[in-house]
């Protein structure tokens, strides 16, 4: 069995799946090309180029009180009601 039909199979099952690399080796394209084959929406984040609020949301003044407003990818999963959520990290050394 190919590590793609692996990763399906983990998609499908709701397993979460880590996969570690060096930067450009297709891991982001693999889970864009899973989530198109199997019908799902897919949000590549990178995290590197990213503020603590992309992640955590904003805080949105409201008439009840101050609220933490989703980011906008995960608004968009959100509203799909499943999904794919690509975490892009780069650590030090790393090019």
Do not use: H, N, Y
């Not at 069995?1 to 979460?16: R, T």
């Not at 968009?76 to 975490?87: D, E, H, N, V, W």
């Amino acid at each position: 069995m190919s590590i793609i039909c692996e990763l399906a199979l983990c998609v499908q099952a709701g397993v979460p799946v880590l996969l570690w690399g060096a930067p450009g080796v297709g891991k982001t394209a693999t889970i864009k090309g899973i989530a198109s084959a199997l019908g799902l929406p897919c949000e590549p984040v990178i995290a590197s180029v990213r503020e603590p609020a992309d992640f955590a949301g904003l805080p949105v003044i409201r008439e009840d009180g101050v609220v933490m407003e989703a980011p906008a990818w995960a608004k968009r999963l959100a509203r799909a009601g499943r999904g794919l959520l690509s975490i892009s990290l780069c650590f030090a050394g790393e090019t």
